[in-house]
């Protein structure tokens, strides 16, 4: 392992001279015909870079996007050119200039003069662009958008709103996490400011762990994934929390029926540093006692999330963040049991300019997830707990010449894995401690990036991306008897590993590359394809959190996931911009993806492995959407068909399921449709409605039963051969804007909305319950069976 660590050193280190005498020679290559023109775009009134800002040179008709620190860096010829700037929400502005030589160009833009652009829904909008991004499969949520469809309960959530997406679902009410292009859960990178986030969930599943108010936006790579990203094999969700005000000091919050927020911010220096910290907490038991049913009325649910951030300009040249953040949940359903989960993470990112086109960033971030279950019954009081803690370095170089885009770095994640320990609660319990060991790892990548636009109708981005993960000790490996089912009764052996030991390694290439080719000024082509390794795997036969399900690391027995993906897709926009169209079909052969023998036990399960299968998985589908970004009326709706299916070939008949055929995933639902739209009734009041729709999951049931003596044991299908019945949801809300006095101190949004409009009682699963003397019964479970309104008031003072 230290040979390993040394590696991945060195190749850090070696990436900056590599930097340098490839900026040299871009120097030489096009300087000599063109001038470099580079700024940084940041918010007018508050003094925060605005990531992802549009800068389009008129003349020349090209064009690129700011990065996350606000930078951008163009190639123009020499002389005179115009620049037009614009990002969702502000006022566009152009810049004329001439010049001979390389020049800087700072722009501040500033919000819109009608309130309403602060609310218009154009989610399904790429930040990218539609039609001149080189990859396709990206979509972006402004924060506005979040906040305008109507939420559950009144607030609004991050998690709920990304499953509104093309090639986005879940399996239900309730459910934690999302699905991406036949993806599970566990197969999504999810950060938050560069921190791995592995429970996105407060109160199992129905709010995100995200508070609105502090957050920038958020992007979700369901396709092409930047060479830069890696560690899964579906999706990353990129949320950033944005900086606090730089010239006044502010507070933001809401009040609604179950939760309340309040945000803080402003400068600790003027226009050099700033801070903003922001806690959200529920209130939620006052409704659990007044619903008749016994059980419910007996229950305990809360949540609270806190975060933190600063930022400080050291110099021109240097810049320093700081974020921590805290999250927990604590939920009790009418008993003695105590189910508690929190997370803590902490980010540390330094910038360093080299000059306008070339600079770096060091990142160092820290995790912590830990889910507990404590039981207070007498004899049997008990705390069961599992989790995860990383510890992660990464360094990040960003190189901007003429055509090319760079992007290059290296990184090392070490993980410690508590798969679960069990502990008596007093002296009297009579519960035996069970602790499973640790599993510790270390997984390190290095990567290359670089999009070239060759021509005006021809841009690709290619990218390398090749990932290293080492398993150590201190372990105990099982040795299995050779031609049987692995079981407890087939171990032959045991190795130990001291502290230290390389137990098992893997490595491997990741290539990625896309392409857009233009058709026109409002049409493109989008190809691609994307390799992608993962190491990690929830391990988690049930539809929600459980104590059972835990994150679990590849090792001697469980494979590393391996996914390839190509995509294919047209876009079009039409009416200068105003509609956004695209239709994009996929392909992804996933191997060594983990399914569960029949009976399997995961709750403190020391030979886990013996009860995993690896299969081949492979998902396939065909997503289309139509955007309207601007006017009175704006939204959405999308389309995806998707299916992603298993097949399970085990050696012997034991390890087989199906008889080795491909069968459904538990989560995959073949039709989805989204429909989001808001309407500007007049300059105050904004109605908005969300309708979605999709087929039923996946289950498997019994078919007939045995009848041995006085029991009766069902006989169960063939694996997930049946589906619950479909879902469908429509939901509303009206937003009561402020005046637009811009002068006023305080301003108030009052938000009215009503979710599961016509008392819809989707399944969220169907359970088989034994009738003596005739065939299991089936019986629907409904989580939310009827209209829920709700009201919150959101507001800003200066």
């Known amino acids: 392992m230290k040979q390993h660590v040394y590696n991945l050193v060195v190749l850090v280190f070696l990436c900056l001279p590599v930097a340098r005498v490839y900026a040299a020679y871009s120097c030489c290559s096009w300087q000599q015909k063109s001038i470099k023109v580079s700024g940084t775009i940041r918010d007018a009134r508050t003094g925060e870079a605005i990531a992802g800002a549009t800068v389009f040179a008129i003349r020349n008709k090209t064009g690129t996007t700011t990065d996350t620190n606000g930078n951008y860096s163009l190639q123009l010829p020499a002389g005179t050119s115009t620049l037009l700037v614009s990002f969702l929400g502000y006022e566009k502005d152009s810049i004329t200039f001439t010049s001979q030589s390389d020049i800087e160009l700072n722009v501040p833009l500033r919000r819109g003069d009608l309130l309403l652009d602060e609310v218009k829904v154009v989610a399904g909008r790429d930040k990218h662009d539609n039609v001149r991004s080189v990859m396709s499969g990206i979509s972006s949520l402004d ?55 592995f429970n996105t969930s407060h109160l199992f599943g129905f709010f995100s762990v995200f508070n609105p108010d502090v957050l920038e936006g958020i992007t979700l790579y369901r396709g092409n994934v930047p060479a830069q990203l890696g560690g899964r094999i579906s999706s990353v969700l990129d949320v950033r929390q944005r900086e606090g005000n730089r010239s006044d000091f502010m507070l933001s919050g809401g009040v609604g029926i179950i939760a309340a927020r309040l945000t803080a911010e402003g400068p600790i220096i003027p226009d050099k540093s700033s801070f ?79 000059s306008s086109d070339f600079y770096a960033t060091i990142t160092g971030t820290f995790t912590n997830y830990k889910f507990i279950v404590s039981a207070d019954e007498a004899v049997n009081a008990s705390e069961y707990s599992n989790g995860i803690a990383l510890g992660n370095l990464k360094t990040d170089f960003y190189l901007t010449k003429g055509k090319h885009q760079v992007n290059f770095g290296a990184s090392a994640i070490n993980y410690r894995f508590s798969p679960g320990e069990l ?70 052996d045991t190795v130990n590993y001291s502290r230290g030991d390389v137990i098992e390694t893997y490595h491997g290439a990741e290539p990625r590359v896309s392409a857009n080719v233009r058709l026109g000024q409002h049409s493109a082509v989008k190809v691609g394809y994307n390799r992608s390794r993962q190491y990690l795997h929830l391990i988690s036969n049930t539809t929600t959190v459980s104590p059972t399900d835990i994150w679990k690391t590849s090792n001697t027995y469980i494979k590393p996931q391996i996914g390839d993906q190509v995509s294919v897709g047209y876009f079009r926009n039409f009416r200068k911009n105003q509609f956004e169209t695209g239709i994009e079909g996929y392909y992804k052969r996933i191997e060594n993806m983990p399914d569960y023998k029949n009976g399997a036990v995961l709750y403190l399960n020391r030979t886990l492995e013996a009860d995993l299968l690896a299969g081949k998985g492979r998902a396939y589908g065909v997503e289309t959407s139509i955007s309207k970004t601007s006017g009175r009326l704006t939204g959405f709706v999308n389309y995806t068909y998707s299916r992603t299916e298993l097949s399970v070939a085990g050696p012997t008949e034991e390890e087989t399921i199906n008889n080795g055929d491909y069968y459904p995933a538990s989560y995959d639902k073949p039709h989805t449709l989204n429909l989001v739209s808001s309407y500007e009734l007049n300059k105050r009041l904004v109605a908005s409605l969300n309708f979605t729709y999709s087929t039923g999951r996946p289950i498997t049931a019994p078919v007939s039963h045995y009848v041995i003596g006085d029991y009766i044991v069902p006989n169960y299908g063939a694996r997930n051969a049946y589906r619950i019945p479909d879902y469908h949801r429509l939901d509303i809300s009206l937003a009561i804007l402020p005046n637009k006095d811009r002068n006023r101190r305080w301003t108030g949004t009052w938000n009215i909305a009503v979710y599961n409009l ?40 200066r």
């Open 758 to 797: 016509y008392g819809r009682k989707n399944p969220y699963s169907v359970f088989f319950k034994q009738v003596y003397g005739a065939p299991p019964r089936a019986y629907q479970l409904a989580v939310v069976g009827v209209p829920l309104p709700s009201i919150s008031y959101d507001f800003t003072f």
């Open 143 to 197: 924060i506005n958008t979040i906040k305008t469809t109507p939420a559950l309960l009144g607030e609004a959530d991050v998690v709920r709103s990304v499953k509104l997406l093309p090639g986005v679902s879940s399996v239900g009410e309730a459910a934690t996490g999302f699905n991406v292009r036949g993806g599970s859960t566990d197969q999504n990178l999810v950060l938050l400011d560069d921190v791995p986030i």
């Open 423 to 492: 502990q008596p609660a007093t002296s009297q319990s009579e519960v035996q401690p069970v602790v499973l060991p640790d599993d510790r790892t270390l997984e390190s990548a290095v990567y290359w990036n670089d999009e070239v636009r060759f021509t005006d109708w021809l841009t690709v981005m290619y990218g390398l991306r090749y990932s290293f993960y080492t398993v150590y000790g201190p372990a105990d490996v099982y040795k299995y008897q050779t031609g049987e089912p692995k079981k407890e009764r087939t171990i032959t």
């Open 276 to 354: 903003i910290v922001a806690g959200r907490s529920s209130y939620s038991d006052w409704i659990l006692k007044k619903i008749p049913d016994a059980d419910i009325r007996n229950s305990r649910a809360s949540f609270y999330d806190v975060t933190a951030k600063i930022g400080y300009t050291l110099n021109e040249k240097n810049r320093l963040t700081l974020t921590g953040y805290r999250s927990k949940d604590r939920f009790g359903f009418s008993g003695d049991t105590i189910y508690t989960w929190h997370t803590n993470a902490a980010t540390i990112k330094y910038t360093h300019l080299f």
